[in-house]
């Protein structure tokens, strides 16, 4: 019997790197109402840094030029990422069909996007086992392109 292994579906498990940082703010400020003095020093001193700076124009322009280019940069790899899983369920879902055409049109699509730049290690992975899986013995095998391609 084939298996496929399957994204995880817990939205939490996919969002811990933004966890990280949010829980850090949330200790923060719980030890900064509590009034624990390093806490309150550290995070005076900072918005005090953060005053200075309105003093700064071309600094706090920069900044928030850079602030922006960052926010465009992860939207984008968001956009991407999200392209990249459409178009690999569309993949797999085409490999489903009774069509000869489409099931190597199928084939070739996850062929290619499991070699997509810029792709995390851990999609990689993913979609590697599933190519490996769905080329198991008894599996219905992927047609060969007169190119050799595949």
């Known amino acids: 019997m084939m298996t496929t292994p399957s994204k995880p579906s817990n939205p939490l498990s996919t969002g811990r790197g933004l966890l990280v940082p949010l829980g850090l703010v949330v200790l923060l ?3 900064y109402v509590a009034g624990v003095p ?6 005076d001193g900072f ?3 953060v005053d200075r700076l309105a003093e700064h124009p ?5 900044l928030t030029a850079l602030s922006w280019a960052v926010t465009a940069f992860f939207a984008y790899r968001f956009y ?3 392209l990249w899983d459409k178009r690999v369920t569309s993949a797999l ?3 489903g069909t009774s069509s000869t055409a489409t099931r190597q049109l199928g084939w070739r699509s996850l062929n290619h996007l499991a070699t997509a ?3 995390p290690k851990n999609e990689r992975a993913w979609l590697s086992a599933v190519l490996k899986d769905l080329h198991e013995p008894g599996s219905p095998q992927p ?3 007169p190119a050799g391609e595949l």
């Open 29 to 31: 400020t719980l030890l």
């Open 38 to 43: 390093w806490v309150a020093l550290a995070l």
């Open 47 to 49: 918005w005090e840094g």
């Open 58 to 62: 071309r600094i706090l322009s920069f």
């Open 80 to 82: 991407r990422m999200y």
């Open 93 to 95: 879902e085409a490999i």
């Open 117 to 119: 730049e810029g792709l």
């Open 143 to 145: 047609p060969t392109s």
